[in-house]
């Protein structure tokens, strides 16, 4: 009752509604899509907009104490977003009451009043991602793009059609303005940023039996840790994933960009083991990385897991110790970690795991999970994960966020999300990347794949990395 009386205050404020004056109360919770019912929020995020299927009207208000915003639709609502950034700011660090009115099939419905808690913790405001179809082979239409999500600017950062629809890998974030991609094909090469200003990079050094592949770059820029990867997709007959992604190969290089050199890290080359998915610690003294037993493949598939190593590393002088530490026991979780991310603050490991296998995001099971860096306790992301994938992520340079790829809207299509991370690692419901037409995640036939945070801009768009893919690409020296 006292939420209702609430809302027939707010009504007062800003005048009746026809909605408002006709619908009949219900208990149920309004069928909003996306759903942002119950969410935490940052202060700086952009509107939280929804859609309600096979709507006629919709009205909704959005109250803070004395403050109420208004927005309606038809079957969708398009909240102010000056407004809803003044709504936020007065409303850190405590609560919206949202109530909504529609209208479907003739009859007039009041849904029962939801909360969204606001976060006086900030996000990073850009946000890149990968444009691409969910399929095996299909690489016709990529466009790598970056977000500003706190409103609804995009730049595309890169775009296959201008080279010839070669394949392009994802871009990844570094600190201060630094970030990279690979471009590949005829022209292709690691196009290499910092802060707008671009070198492009051949990463197969004589007698490396490929380019770089998964990586991170060493937050003080100089060096970046890298897989090379050769990768063999297969698709499954029986079961209820769609396909299968693993290595034949796979060892570790470091590139140091200052010297334009490449070498080998003796612990992780051979073919005793397969070593993948490589980052820094937040300090820059560790690399993590994840490493399992070679097996006959695919047969032996479903019983290949990779543990979560690391090893010291100096970097200074480039130095990488031989000694290699344990940080997550696939034998002792009975099950494969992927993706190893710190947080900058150092406290948090997060990682993507599965019941097998190395490439999580076409497994249904893959889940979130979070390790306690001190006392390397484990913690399941229960506000993140679902009964969908919810695989690769990224931290906000506050480390109170994080974004991940999930496919819990239709089982296909991978859709930024993101969670808020409390004391003790305790994770909030995730929510969708707020758009400024929520029928794009309805309409879309391409995953947001390899979602990335950052404070800075890119700084750079397609055309600039049309320009420097005609250049030849400066060769890597392999250090012996």
Known sequence: MKQITLFITALLLVGCTSLADKATETDATPPIFPDYIGVTVPINIAPTNFMIENAQAIEVYICHKEMTLKAKGHDEIDIPSDDWQELLRHSAGDTLKVKVYATIEGRTIGYKPFDIIVSPDKIDNYLSYRRIEPGYEVWNNIQIEERDITTWETTILADNKLHDNACMNCHTYGNEGRSFFHLRGANGGTILNNNGILRKINTRADSLFAAATYGKLHPKGRYGIFSTNIIIPALHSTTTNRMEVYDTKSDLILIDFEKSCVERIEIATGDNYQETFPTFSADGKRIIFCRAKNKELPDSLNTLRYDIVSIGFDDETGQVDSEIDTLWNSLTHNASGHFPACSPDGRWLLITTTNYGTFPLW?????????????????ECTGANSDYPDTYHSWSSN?????FASKRIDGMYGIPHFCHVAEHGNTTKAFALPQRHPIEYKNTLRSYNIPELSPNRANFNALNVE????DKAEVLTLRK
């Not at 999970?369 to 006392?375: A, E, F, K, P, Y």
């Not at 320009?467 to 005609?470: E, M, V, W």
């Open 399 to 403: 480390s109170k966020w994080f974004v």
């Open 363 to 379: 497994h249904r099971e893959a889940d979130l999970q979070l390790i306690d860096m001190q006392t390397g306790e484990c913690k």
């Open 467 to 470: 320009g420097i893919a005609k």
